[in-house]
């Protein structure tokens, strides 16, 4: 059965400027702007004064309606990264060969040594992202964006570039992974956004095998 009309406001803060042309939707804030097209997604995308934004489904299925929430999500998550932007901390966890990085001009991620490996494995990083080791942990890798996909998909090429091939993974825990994700904040430091423990835990087992 279908539904009339469906939708989902959602609030423009007072420093966020939002521009929707044709279901291209561009976010302006203090870190810089971010432009999405959706136009695929075929919903009604308008502005409700200066600081609302609707998302309207007319006649929609149940699948179709899912859809609603998806692109409000999209449209939240690109006004949080405008006004705080998006940080994601990796360790690199080694039970014998120490993993060498090096960053060139903070958009190419080199990774040296890996399994006492020659081999030197390069990650580019995504338009918008940027990446620089940490001056306050060791073996910390910092990656930094407005756009929280570019700087997700950024950290899964390092993490999958490290993967270990033809061996026991439950034996072979050396890698890359993600410890921590963080709104970069200029008033208030960094806040929480989420906490992955899977550098721990490996690090963990690592010490303990």
């Not at 308008?46 to 179709?64: A, H, L, S, T, Y």
């Not at 992202?129 to 996909?149: F, M, R, W």
């Not at 993974?169 to 208030?188: P, Q």
Request: proline letters at 2%.
């Amino acid at each position: 059965m279908k539904a009339i009309e469906s939708h989902q406001v959602i609030k423009v803060p007072s420093d966020v400027q939002a521009f929707i042309k044709s279901g291209i939707v561009k976010i302006k804030g203090p870190r810089g702007e971010l432009v999405r097209n959706f136009k695929h997604a075929h919903l009604d995308i308008q502005k409700m004064g200066k600081k609302k934004i609707i998302v309207r489904k007319w006649f929609g299925i149940r699948k179709e309606l899912a859809v609603i929430r998806t692109v409000s999500s999209h449209i939240e998550n690109m006004i949080k990264g405008v006004r705080f932007g998006y940080r994601y901390k990796m360790r690199s966890v080694y039970a014998h060969f120490p993993i060498n990085l090096n960053i060139q001009d903070k958009s190419v991620v080199e990774i040296r040594n890996f399994l006492g490996e020659k081999f030197i494995r390069r990650v580019e990083m995504p338009e918008g992202v940027t990446a620089a080791l940490s001056a306050n942990q060791k073996d910390e890798l910092i990656i930094e964006g407005n756009d929280l996909e570019k700087v997700s998909r950024a950290a899964a090429r390092i993490q999958q570039s490290t993967s270990v091939k033809n061996k026991d993974i439950r034996k072979f825990l050396d890698g890359i992974y993600v410890s921590e994700k963080v709104f970069n904040t200029a008033k208030n430091g960094e806040m929480k956004l989420a906490w992955q423990s899977k550098a721990d835990i490996y690090e963990y087992f690592i010490r303990n095998i």
